[in-house]
């Protein structure tokens, strides 16, 4: 099962129409890979700075199927996977609350683990392997229902 996020479309979030400005379903889906890593035990602060290794998006990719509205509350569901001995994928998937069947949009990001000063690959470390283990085994986050596929 995947890891689950939830929140809702502030104001800030929109264009001019009211929709979800498109660059923002990324955002959402990022914070749900933050959320994740520190529900999972991984200090934040730590892996996005104070580390040698890093973990930069090499490429991403998102499909829009329905739009989004100020005040709608989405959840993402988060899986991630190991492609390589150095590279990871994320892979998210957005719905509305109110409809949990119906797929709002679905996104990923392939992420590198590089070496810091060096931007030498380097082997994904334990922790993160555990930690793409664990999307991969059990919900961690959420008292609503799954709005799995």
């Given at each position: 099962?995947?890891?689950?996020?939830?929140?809702?479309?502030?104001?800030?979030?929109?264009?001019?129409?009211?929709?979800?400005?498109f660059v923002n379903v990324l955002n959402f889906c990022h914070a749900a890979y933050e959320k994740s890593?520190?529900?999972?035990?991984i200090p934040i602060r730590s892996f996005f700075a104070a580390n040698s290794l890093i973990f930069p998006i090499a490429e991403a990719q998102i499909d829009f199927r329905l739009p989004m509205f100020c005040g709608d509350?989405?959840?993402?569901?988060?899986?991630?996977?190991?492609?390589?001995?150095?590279?990871?994928?994320n892979h998210y998937q957005v719905f509305l609350i109110r409809d949990p069947q119906r797929l709002v949009s679905?996104?990923?990001?392939?992420?590198?683990?590089?070496?810091?000063?060096?931007?030498?690959?380097?082997?994904l470390p334990i922790h993160l392997k555990d930690w793409i283990q664990s999307t991969q085994q059990a919900t961690t986050q959420s008292t609503a229902a799954d709005g799995d596929d």
């Open positions: 099962m995947a890891y689950i996020f939830e929140n809702q479309v502030y104001f800030q979030d929109t264009d001019a129409a009211g929709v979800v400005y890593l520190v529900d999972f035990g509350p989405y959840r993402v569901l988060l899986t991630a996977e190991s492609i390589s001995e150095t590279q990871f994928v679905q996104a990923k990001t392939r992420h590198v683990c590089l070496e810091r000063d060096s931007r030498q690959q380097q082997a």
